[in-house]
């Protein structure tokens, strides 16, 4: 069974950076997906970005584009978030997910099999 296991979380200010990842154990051999999501206290969990397999395809939400970069290294079985210019709003658990299936957006939980525990990310103002 598949673990995913972020890290890279933390306290930044407001315009910061922060770097996340996620990385997998367990895997069975095959092509997987891979997704952030967040979710703030009180609110539902909402997408962030996915980035299929092999990297070609990047999806993004709108409220960070520009900000944010996915990206992957399969060798190291690791996927990566860098967030720049963070803003308060940004504080939230962030987790990472993978599915085998492709998708297309709008991306949402249910495209996603496999879940990680979460990392905070706390941005100050």
């Known amino acids: 069974q598949v673990q995913l296991v972020e890290s890279g979380g933390g306290l930044v200010q407001a315009g910061g950076s922060l770097r996340l990842s996620c990385v997998a154990s367990?895997?069975?051999?095959?092509?997987?997906?891979t997704g952030w999501f967040r979710q703030a206290p009180g609110k539902e969990r909402e997408f962030v970005a996915a980035?299929?397999?092999?990297?070609?395809?990047?999806y993004y939400a709108d409220f960070v584009k520009g900000r944010f970069i996915i990206s992957r290294d399969n060798a190291k079985s690791t996927v990566s978030l860098q967030m720049n210019s963070l803003k308060p709003e940004d504080t939230a658990v962030y987790y990472c997910?993978?599915?085998?299936?492709?998708?297309?957006?709008?991306?949402?939980?249910?495209?996603?099999?496999?879940w990680g525990q979460g990392t905070q990310v706390t941005v100050s103002s």
């Open positions: 997910a993978e599915d085998s299936r492709i998708r297309v957006p709008p991306l949402g939980e249910a495209d996603f099999g496999s």
């Open positions: 980035i299929t397999w092999s990297g070609t395809r990047r």
């Open positions: 367990g895997r069975t051999r095959g092509t997987y997906h």
